[in-house]
């Protein structure tokens, strides 16, 4: 609706005040001082950014032009250039946002296939080395005891017969 009222707006100055009114609004060669202050959200660092407030800021009301010698339309274009404003500071921090979004998403998912493609399959290998020396051992422990029985057998029955 913004771009709409803009667009219409600006073709109505066109006509009836046309380019050189428009090129007086130019604010000339004072540069757009944007602050930017970092934020940060679980973990996820991200700029946000807004113009500087200054007194030699340029403002829309205070443009080369003699609002006495110009129609309602062009009052009605820096209204809705002053509106825009607002959208696009908004459009340029949560743009910001979403590519320091992207850009944590990005590493994280490249952590997690470090995981799954090199470090869990080391983890299985040694967990099923670990499982087989447990099991190695726990069958030398039975052929041990179960030698260690037969041979307490032998000496009770050598006891017992007295042949000890």
């Given at each position: 609706e913004l771009c709409v009222r803009i667009s219409m707006v600006y073709a109505l100055v066109r006509m009836y005040e046309g380019q050189h009114m428009l090129s007086l609004l130019h604010p000339g060669?004072?540069?757009l001082v944007v602050v930017m202050e970092r934020h940060s959200l679980m973990g996820c660092t991200f700029a946000q950014f807004r113009p500087a407030q200054s007194e030699d800021e340029v403002h829309p009301s205070t443009m080369?032009?003699?609002p006495?010698?110009?129609s309602i339309?062009?009052?009605d274009l820096l209204s809705a250039l002053s509106d825009a404003d607002e959208i696009l500071w908004r459009y340029i921090n949560v743009r910001a946002k979403l590519v320091a979004l992207?850009?944590?998403l990005?590493?994280?998912m490249r952590k997690i296939n470090n995981l799954e493609h090199a470090?869990?399959?080391t983890l299985r290998a040694e967990y099923k080395r670990i499982r087989e020396i447990l099991a190695e051992r726990e069958r030398q422990d039975r052929y041990t005891l179960k030698k260690m029985s037969r041979k307490s057998r032998f000496i009770s029955h050598e006891c017992e017969n007295g042949l000890l």
């Open positions: 060669q004072i540069p080369k032009y003699d006495a010698l110009s339309h062009l009052d992207e850009k944590d990005r590493n994280t470090v869990l399959p």
